[in-house]
C-alpha cells in the first residue's frame, strides 16, 4: 500500500483527491492549513519550510515513506492589477509556487531511495489564456507548469513521474464569489454555453485525473500539462 500526500486536502479539489486516492487504496494524509477530519491530517502552512518538512517527518513517520505528491494547496484572488498589493502579489506566488517547491523537496527522498514516485501538481487552465484580475495567480500557476516539465526531465531517470493538471472552471465558493463581484469576464452560465461539454467542471472531475496519474498504468506519462477543462482552451 503506497503512501500518498495531498496538499491542501482539508477541502476543495485537494479534498476530492484525498477521497479518491483513499478509495484507490492509497495510505493518503492531508496537509493543509486548516484542521481537516482525515485520519491522518498534518496542520501546516506550505510556505514555511520548518512545518512542512515537521509535518512530511510526522506522515514519514506514522505511514511509512511517502511515494505519491499532490500538490493542491492554493490561495486565488482577484484584484486589479494597478491596485494590487505587493504584499497580495508575494502571498499568492508563495502558496501557489514556494509551496510547491517546500513540498517537494521534503517528499522526494523517499521517491529516490524507492526509485518509483509519482508527483501532480494542480495548476490552472488560466495559464494557457491569461486571466484577467488574476495576474499573480497566473503568474504563479505558469511558474508550476515550468517547474513540472524541469522536474520530469530530472527525475525521470530515477523512477519518478511529475505531471501539472490545469483544471477548468470547478464549481466552488472561490467561483460564485468572482461572477458577484463580476470579475469573471461573464457568468458561470456564460462560460458554461462556450465550453464544449456544456457544464462546469466539479472537484472529482480533478481527482479523476490526478489518480490515472499516480497509477501503476501512467508510467509512461511525465511532464505533461494535462488539462481537464470540459474541452475549454485546447
Known amino acids: 500500500m503506497k503512501t500518498a ?7 476543495g479539489i485537494g479534498l476530492a483527491v484525498a477521497e479518491r486516492l483513499r478509495k484507490d487504496g492509497c495510505q493518503v494524509a492531508v ?10 491530517a498534518q496542520v501546516a502552512d506550505v510556505t514555511d519550510r520548518e512545518q512542512v518538512e515537521a509535518a512530511m517527518a ?3 513517520a506514522e505511514l511509512g515513506p511517502i511515494s505519491i505528491l499532490v500538490n493542491a494547496a492554493g490561495l486565488e484572488g482577484y484584484h486589479r492589477f494597478r491596485d494590487l498589493p505587493f504584499e ?18 521534503a517528499a522526494l527522498p523517499d521517491m529516490l531511495d ?3 514516485g509519482r508527483i501532480v501538481n494542480i495548476s ?18 505558469s511558474a508550476v507548469n515550468g517547474l513540472t516539465k524541469s522536474l520530469a526531465l530530472e527525475l525521470g531517470p530515477k523512477g519518478i513521474t511529475v505531471n501539472a493538471v490545469p483544471p477548468g472552471f ?15 469576464g461573464g457568468t458561470v452560465e456564460e462560460h458554461i454555453a462556450s465550453t ?16 490515472f496519474l499516480v497509477s501503476e498504468e501512467a508510467g509512461y506519462i511525465t511532464g505533461q500539462i494535462l488539462g481537464v477543462n470540459g474541452g475549454r482552451n485546447t
Request: charged share 15%; glycine share 6%.
Open 88 to 105: 497580495t502579489w508575494q502571498r499568492v506566488i508563495n502558496v501557489n509556487l514556494h509551496g510547491v517547491f517546500h513540498c517537494v523537496q
Open 31 to 40: 496537509l493543509d492549513l486548516q484542521k481537516s477530519d482525515a485520519a491522518h
Open 58 to 60: 510526522a506522515i514519514r
Open 5 to 11: 500526500v495531498v496538499t491542501g486536502g482539508a477541502s
Open 170 to 184: 470547478v464549481d466552488t465558493p472561490m467561483l460564485r464569489k468572482a461572477e458577484a463581484n463580476q470579475m469573471l
Open 124 to 141: 490552472s487552465s488560466s495559464t494557457h489564456s491569461g486571466q484577467p484580475f488574476m495576474a499573480h495567480y497566473v503568474a504563479a500557476k
Open 114 to 116: 524507492a526509485g518509483w
Open 196 to 211: 464544449p461539454v456544456r457544464r462546469v467542471g466539479r472537484p472529482e472531475d480533478i481527482a479523476a485525473a490526478c489518480a
